[in-house]
């Protein structure tokens, strides 16, 4: 939790982000992340000063859990003295104990961005899903939070002047914005419409040029003039090297391989796929739709 201090911003965690993304799908399919397809409403998570501060937690923490599909699962909430924003006790279950940092109980606001992020880590913790090392496995629970449709909650507790400044999670609100907008283009849902930070907009407006600038790549056909000229040039490149081992230009995410299973030196290309950023490979030769077998978007490429 950055209290007043820094806020990094950027995206250094992007490969992390892209490859949590992807394990989501591998991990839950095609038809488990779509019954995600409706986020957590303002209205179920409101919690204004009148309320119970305890009463009020628990509430959220149960909405949490019925978004996440837990149903057997009881959050106990707490609070206390920390450094971060709040921790949970992986245990067997079904009760799971989850502190909150002191300082939401006068910041009841942001209680459900807090949460939202904990009772995901009781989710991953039932799938067996997690990165090595705490830093990524921090930037995967963010990430399956704000694709699963509770994330929203966390950029939105991003608040930044000339002289405060609160952010909570692993992700910089740029990547928060990017995740929320890789959803969105799934879902056909816009979150920018509950966000009651500037700030919070601001960084989802420069995550979504991102997420659609991933729809944008060669060899998709919807990539534009400059990147279809430069997967020419590579291509041909590829093409005269005659090289039996994969050939990577320099900055793009696609890469060529020969193709084995073709005579006459026969190209195939490998690109990431723009929704759930899983590999796909398919021969060189032209317009063709391809299909990805993770989240089963369908392609348009100019090979």
């Not at 919690?47 to 119970?52: I, N």
Request: hydrophobic share 35%; with cysteine.
């Amino acid at each position: 939790m950055a209290n007043g201090g820094p806020v990094e911003h950027g995206y250094p965690h992007l490969e992390t982000v892209r490859a949590a993304i992807n394990a989501l799908y591998k991990r839950l399919s095609y038809d488990t992340v779509q019954t995600f397809s409706t986020s957590v409403a303002p209205v179920d998570v409101a919690f204004c000063d009148t309320d119970d501060l305890y009463l009020g937690a628990q509430r959220v923490a149960h909405e949490m859990v019925r978004h996440y599909h837990l149903p057997d699962a009881r959050m106990i909430v707490g609070f206390r003295e920390m450094t971060h924003a709040a921790n949970v006790e992986l245990a067997a279950g079904p009760e799971y104990f989850i502190e909150l940092n002191d300082r939401f109980r006068t910041h009841r606001r942001d209680i459900g961005a807090a949460l939202a992020h904990e009772v995901m880590h009781v989710y991953l913790h039932r799938l067996d899903l997690s990165f090595p090392g705490t830093r990524d496995n921090e930037i995967l629970t963010d990430t399956a939070a704000a694709y699963l449709g509770a994330g929203w909650l966390l950029l939105d507790a991003f608040r930044e002047d000339a002289t405060s400044s609160q952010k909570l999670g692993y992700l910089t609100p740029e990547e928060f914005g990017y995740v929320l907008a890789k959803r969105a283009l799934v879902f056909d849902e816009d979150p920018a419409i509950w966000f009651t930070s500037p700030q919070a907009y601001t960084a989802y407006t420069a995550g979504r040029e991102l997420a659609r600038r991933d729809t944008r790549q060669p060899p998709l056909t919807a990539a534009g003039w400059a990147g279809r000229r430069q997967y020419a040039r590579d291509r041909r490149h590829a093409q005269d090297q005659h090289a039996p081992t994969a050939s990577q230009p320099p900055g793009v995410p696609y890469s060529f391989t020969p193709d084995r299973q073709e005579e006459h030196d026969r190209l195939r290309v490998s690109f990431p796929c723009p929704t759930c950023h899983q590999r796909i490979r398919v021969p060189v030769r032209g317009r063709m739709r391809a299909r990805c077998g993770v989240c089963r978007t369908v392609l348009e490429c100019d090979t």
